[in-house]
């Protein structure tokens, strides 16, 4: 007999098709990141705010709460301490 696949791995599998297999056109991908980017430089809520604009604009959602967490305020600090 086959031994069923566990639960955690069947999870993980749908978290990553998900996030990183886009079946998305360049455009709504490229909104998703400028209004991520952008709903970043909000303190506190970018991450919030990237998703509520994405969804008004139609934008990927998951392009856009990358693109927020990448300049979000909070982690500016890690980032501008691990490049000097």
Do not use: H
Not at 19 to 31: T, V
């Amino acid at each position: 007999m086959y031994a069923k696949e566990p639960v955690f791995k069947k999870i993980i599998n749908f978290i990553f098709a998900k996030l990183f297999k886009i079946n998305d056109s360049a455009g709504k991908i490229a909104l998703g990141v400028g209004l991520g980017v952008f709903a970043g430089l909000l303190p506190g809520t970018g991450p919030a705010a990237a998703l509520l604009l994405a969804l008004v604009f139609r934008a990927n959602r998951a392009a856009a709460l990358l693109g927020s967490l990448i300049t979000n305020t909070w982690l500016s600090v890690v980032t501008l301490g691990i490049g000097q």
